[in-house]
């Protein structure tokens, strides 16, 4: 009798604990090309970012292009195009959950301006 009751809870337990083991990596670059021409700097990354619950993705946007400001310096009129996944497994799967294109102070811009 006690053997039915845990039953049903082991695979909610499961599915917790892959959820928080998701949840606390970092987020992972898997991929980043950059074009420079005299005036402008366009990166293009793509970055997993292992989380299933929702992202703030303008405040992911400025944390990452702080961080790769500080990493990679300083070039002239920068704009990066973010390809954000999920989880690798959206990755391999090609689901792509959103696509950003920010300046070099993290503020997202609809068009690359010269």
């Known amino acids: 009798m006690k053997k039915k009751k845990w039953l049903p809870v082991i695979p909610v337990i499961i599915l917790l604990l892959i959820i928080c ?5 970092p987020y992972e670059v898997l991929s980043s090309t950059i074009e420079s021409s005299p005036n402008l700097t366009e990166n293009e990354i793509t970055l997993v970012v292992h989380s299933l619950l929702p992202i703030d993705t303008d405040e992911l946007a400025k944390e990452f292009i702080e961080n790769h400001m500080r990493l990679n310096g300083d070039r002239p009129n920068q704009y990066f195009e973010l390809e954000l996944y999920r989880t690798s497994l959206h990755y391999k799967s090609g689901k792509i959950y959103d696509t950003i294109l920010c300046n070099e102070k993290g503020e997202r811009v609809s068009e690359v301006l010269f």
Not at 21 to 25: G, V
């Open 21 to 25: 083991m998701e949840e606390a990596k």
